[in-house]
Nanobody
């Protein structure tokens, strides 16, 4: 079992930045691939970014590529999502997720691939 706690959300103006954090506890963080997803009101959950089990490979949704960066700190058991040049359409509840089940890294874009989820943190971008 691993427990995930999301934090760092808030209200920011368009063009601003936020850094989300996801603190993991319970098992060795380095054994997990990590992902960030988001869900806006009335919309389906959407993949945002993922960090592979090795920690070397990253994956991004086209809508955030070049603006968001996912990274991990094994010493702190924490994964981050640095979000720059925020847009109103980035407004959503953001969730981190973890999986220890290894497989095709392309599958990290799919929510069903993950076994553990954080509680979510609200990000609101005003225009």
């Amino acid at each position: 079992q691993v427990q995930l706690v999301d934090s760092g959300g808030g209200l920011v103006q368009a063009g601003g930045s936020l850094r989300l954090s996801c603190a993991a506890s319970g098992r060795t963080f380095s054994n997990y691939a990590m992902g960030w997803f988001r869900q806006a009101p009335g919309k389906a959950r959407q993949f945002v970014a993922a960090l592979s089990w090795s920690g070397y490979n990253t994956y991004y949704a086209d809508s955030v590529k070049g603006r968001f960066t996912i990274s991990g700190d094994n010493a702190k058991n924490t994964v981050y999502l640095q979000m720059n040049s925020l847009k109103p359409e980035d407004t959503a509840v953001y969730y981190c997720a973890a999986t220890s089940r290894r497989g095709n890294e392309g599958g990290l874009r799919v929510g069903a691939r993950y076994d553990y989820w954080g509680q979510g943190t609200q990000v609101t971008v005003s225009s």
